[in-house]
C-alpha cells in the first residue's frame, strides 16, 4: 500500500506543478506562435541579430516582460533564433525572462527575503552579460548557423507560408487566416514537445518525495569558506537537474536548501539553473541538433557558476547576506 501510496502522490505533486504553471506555458507558446506566423524575418535580424549591445539590451527587456516559465521561454527564443536572432540574443531572452520578471522576485521575496530578489535581478543582468562575453569560447559562427538551420528543419513538414507577414496589425488581429497560422505554430510546437513536458513534471513530482535530506547531503556545510562556497555554486546548478524543476516552481526547494544550511551562492546558483535541467537539455537537442545543445549547456553553467561566485562575493562585501533561515514551517506556512 505504501507504493500506491508514493505513486499517488507523486502523480499528485506532478498534476498540482502542471495545473500551477499552464497558464505560463500557454502564454509562452501563444507568443512564440504569432512571432513565427507574423513578425517578418527582417525584422528580428535588424532588432536582434547582433550581439552588441542594443540588440542583448533589446532581447533582455523582451525577456524581462515575458513569462517566467522556462519552457515556455525556450520555445519563443527558439522562434526568435529561426527568424534570424544571434544565440547571443536568444539566450539573453532565455535568461532575462527566466530571472527578471517581477512574479518571480515577488515568490522569492515572499519565502526567502528581499536579499535573495535583489541578488536574483542583478544576478539575471550579469547572467546576460557574462554569457556575451564567454559565448565564442564555446559556441563558432559556423556552428551557430548550423543550428539555425537545424532548427527551421525541425519543422519542416509543418510549416506553411504565414499570411501574415504581409499584414497589418489590423488586418491580422481581424483575419481568420493569420489566426490560423498561429494555432498552426502553436499546435506544432506542442506536438514537438509535450512528451518532454510531461515528463519534466512527472519526474519533479516524484523527486519532490525524497525529502530535505537528499538534497542538503550533497552540500558541504562545515568546510571553510572559500571551498564550501564553490562546492555549492558547482552542485546547486547540479541539484537544479536532478529536481527538474522550472522557474517559479524551484523556489519552495531553494527555500527549503537555504533552512536546511545551503550558502547563499549555493542557493542562487540553485535559482539559475532551471534552463539546464534534463526535460529541457532534450528539448534543445531536437530544437538545434546534439553538438549546439550540449555546447550551450556548457555555456550555461560556466556562466551560472561565475555569476553566482559573483553574487556572493558582492552581497557577503556590503553585507546584505541574511543571517537568520527560516524553518520548515515557516516556508510552508507561507505556501499555504
Known sequence: MSVINAILD???NAFLMAWAVWWALVFGFAISAIVQAWVPRERIQSALGGSGVRSLALATGLGAASSSC??????????????????ASALAFQF??????????????????WQF????FVGGLLLVLVMSLLLRLFVSRQLEEEA???AQDADTGHQHHSAGERMSVRQRLTSASAWSDVAHNFRNDWTMLWKEIALGFLLAGFIGLLGNDFFNGLFLEHAPALPRLIENVLVGPLIAVLSFVCSVGNIPLAAVLW???IGFGGV????FADLIVIPIVLIYRKYYGTKFAIRIVALMFVTMVIVALAIDGIFSGLGLIP???PSRGDIFGKVK
Do not use: D, M, P
Open 323 to 325: 543571517h537568520l533561515r
Open 259 to 261: 533552512s536546511g544550511g
Open 117 to 120: 530578489t535583489l541578488a536574483e
Open 10 to 12: 507523486g502523480l499528485s
Open 148 to 150: 539555425r538551420l537545424h
Open 70 to 87: 522556462s519552457y515556455a521561454a525556450i520555445a519563443i527564443a527558439k522562434s526568435l533564433f529561426q527568424k534570424g536572432a544571434s544565440a
Open 268 to 271: 542562487i546558483a540553485f535559482i
Open 96 to 113: 532575462a525572462s527566466t530571472n527578471l520578471v517581477i512574479e518571480l522576485g515577488i515568490v522569492i521575496w515572499v519565502l526567502i527575503g
